[in-house]
């Protein structure tokens, strides 16, 4: 891989056949390593709200911490491709509206390109963000931001009018401009379908392994997820291993086991401390009434 990835890069490796991968990402410190990796994509996904901030779905993701975390992943990984994905009812709305919100990604997020849950009827909003500018990855199949219609996710195209549905979605949006596709949760054959009808990469999540790139959540590979999804291999036990390094810290701190540090106090500024040093009197658990007057502002 070059030493900068671009959305031409990835265009260009599909081309050429090659399978590239990707993963979200959501801190700066992290993005590095994986940029070091050579990871060519990574998506700020709106999955930052169950895993990041502890919320109970991805549709409470704030778009300010949306923003501010696509940035960080940005300056963490310059010379990394850095999708974003747009939260939950931040372009549903009002075109104008999504269309602002993406352009703020894309100057105050630093993002390369923005990501959609879409179906057809964004046909139009693509079109809009696309003549300004703005790159758009349409997210279809699956579309976790419309769990609430279902009661939970779900996988789609599982019947032929499903998958007959999802591929005349993507049909549209890439007509609208898209220029990257990501299907999720969808039998294999609809995904196979669909990168065949398309002209532009197409990213998979659970979809099998015909999409040209492949994408997980990289806490699921790390096994720091409580919940796996049945498609995402454990690649590692960092969970367990974080667990051992806290407890022991815990032993070391309670042995007095801390590491010894460099400083110093300056040669013979020690001997100047004179005596026991003197504890302070304990507070008063209770303040002694005051003047009416004194509770004023001064």
Known sequence: MPDRSTLRTIRQMVRRGERFACLTCYDASTARHLERAEVPLLLVGDTAAEVILGLPCTMHMPLEIAIALTAAVKRGAPNTVVMADMPFMSYQADDAEGLRHAG?????????????????SFAALVRKMTRAGVPVCGHVGSRPQRAGLSGGYAS????????????????????????????EAVPPEVAERLVKQSNVP??????????HGQILVLQDLLGISDWQPSFAPVLSNLGQ??????????DRVQDQRVTEHRYRMRAGEGEKLQGDVAKPAASPAVIPNRPAASLQKR
């Open 104 to 120: 703020r990604f894309m100057t105050e997020g630093l993002a390369d390109i923005v990501k959609l849950e879409a179906d057809g």
């Open 241 to 250: 291993q974080i667990e051992q390094v806290a407890r022991e810290w815990i």
């Open 156 to 183: 789609e195209g599982r019947t032929a009018a499903e998958a007959e549905a999802i591929l005349a979605d993507a049909r549209a949006l890439e007509e609208a401009g898209a220029v990257m596709l990501l299907v």
């Open 202 to 211: 197409v990213i998979g999540i659970g979809a099998g392994p015909a999409p």
